[in-house]
């Protein structure tokens, strides 16, 4: 049932490409999204969707102008579409990766906001073992916006990896958030520094790998990497939350956990917070030397 909705999400997508205009990259700078000999039809406004394909177009693309589209539909076998100023759809924005390489969408330079006005879905359009990947950056700084749902899904093929990326930034999802990690591809999500973040509005389901970047000590305090806003609780679980070259097995442990109460301080239940809780002996110490500092407190006042 689940590679019957993938298969009938992917073709939806693919059918966005017909009445689209295109990008061939027929301009002096194959690269410049704002040249209007790069398109088959001109530079694409906001009541148009964008179409870009390794089949009419096989280099980079970059924006360095506002971006305001209908809907934006990106599919190839290995390209880099590098955001590089505000970018906006009435609609979808959709990236459906195709065999050949990996569809990478980089969102660049601080203060870049894009807004997605329906569902964001990063998926793939085959589901045999085919080398086909996708990878969303944002960069610090920048934000993106989603007003419905977004759904990150993989393949089968077991070469294949998925990424979701933050550094300083931030992704804000008004609907549902659902992670699907199909066979023995690998679907992670990356946090570089603690100040990245996710909020979800509606219903969250986990999947994959939850990766934080090496050199972030952890102390015992509570960070929320994750928010999910709704009264919906979170569902699913990553199979290994990692941090630097160490891995820890099981989405629920001493490391990973839903917080029910908010510990990271922003009033907001159903967090997940990465915590360090200390092994049984030290906890026992911990208590003996709270006694200690309690008796020696007393004595020598």
């Known amino acids: 049932m689940k590679k019957q909705c993938m298969m009938i999400q992917a073709l939806a997508m693919a059918s966005l490409s017909f009445g689209a205009i295109t990008y061939i990259g027929g301009g002096t700078d194959a690269a410049d ?6 398109w088959d039809g001109g530079v694409p406004g906001a009541s148009d969707d964008a179409y870009i394909n390794k089949s009419s177009y096989a280099g980079d693309v970059s924006t360095t102008a506002e971006v305001s589209l209908n809907s934006f539909l990106f ?4 390209q880099l579409v590098t955001i590089g100023n505000d970018f906006s759809t009435v609609g979808t924005f959709d990236i459906l990766a195709n ?3 990996q569809s990478s969408i980089t969102i660049q330079n601080a203060g870049t906001v894009v807004d997605v006005g329906g569902d964001a879905r990063f998926t793939v359009l085959n589901s045999g ?3 086909q990947s996708w990878r969303v950056t944002l960069k610090s700084g920048t934000t993106m916006n989603v007003a419905g749902g977004l759904t990150l899904a993989t393949t089968t093929a077991s070469p294949n990896y998925y990424q979701l990326m933050f550094y300083n930034a931030a992704m804000n999802v008004t ?3 659902s992670m699907t990690e199909n066979g ?3 679907l992670r999500m990356t946090f570089q520094n603690w100040a990245g973040s996710l909020t979800v509005g509606g219903a969250a389901t986990l999947a994959g790998d939850l990766i934080v970047a090496d050199g972030l000590a952890l102390t015992d305090e509570q960070y929320g990497l994750i928010h999910c806003t709704s009264a919906n609780l979170l569902a699913g679980g990553f199979d290994n939350v990692t941090f630097g070259s160490t891995t820890y097995t099981n ?3 001493d490391l990973y956990r839903l ?3 908010a510990l990271d301080g922003d009033g907001i239940n159903n967090d997940i917070v990465l915590n360090q809780i200390p092994e049984p002996t030290t906890m026992g110490l911990l208590i003996i030397s709270s006694i200690g500092l309690f008796v020696s407190r007393r004595l020598f006042r």
């Not at 999204?33 to 790069?38: G, K, L, R, T, Y």
């Not at 599919?75 to 290995?78: L, R």
């Open 75 to 78: 599919k190839n076998g290995n």
């Open 99 to 101: 065999y050949g390489g």
């Open 259 to 261: 917080d029910q109460v």
């Open 184 to 186: 023995t591809s690998d």
């Open 129 to 131: 073992n085919l080398y």
């Open 251 to 253: 989405s629920i442990g």
């Open 33 to 38: 999204w704002h040249d209007a000999a790069n």
């Open 175 to 177: 609907g549902d958030f």
